[in-house]
């Protein structure tokens, strides 16, 4: 990994992230898949490579599944610095500036529930750099 990636990363768990790896072994995860509730909403990313990533908002529920979302209001497609650039500095939904529009998903953009396994999670104790997070 590159030093940017490994910082962008650590600042994801920093922020309150809960991150999972699916299909993990001693070569580490082979998608990565990170997701902070916002309560109505939630900031999702999923990682496949340093050159496959995306991430989206979507909205929550009892009965969504925020890895397989049916509406979201924003969506970002890039390598992973990138993505990891977009959903880290994506404004929280209770700003002025936040995506607010919500739309259907667009095919593709979750995590088939065949990828799921196996999981492992992780959650860093929170230190919010930010105000909002």
Known sequence: ???ELTRLLEWLGRQGFV??????DRNGPDVLAAIYDWGETADVL??????E????RALTGPEVDLLAPGYVVWTYF???VWTLRAVLTLPAPNHPEAPVIVQVAPPG???PMEDRRPVRLRMRQQYSL???R
């Not at 999923?46 to 050159?51: E, L, Q």
């Not at 990533?53 to 989206?56: E, G, I, N, T, W």
């Open 109 to 111: 953009i979750g995590l």
């Open 1 to 3: 990994m590159t030093d």
């Open 78 to 80: 890039s390598n992973a």
């Open 130 to 132: 930010r105000g909002d």
């Open 19 to 24: 991150i999972s790896s699916f299909q993990g």
């Open 46 to 51: 999923i990682m496949h490579s340093k050159t």
């Open 53 to 56: 990533a995306r991430a989206y």
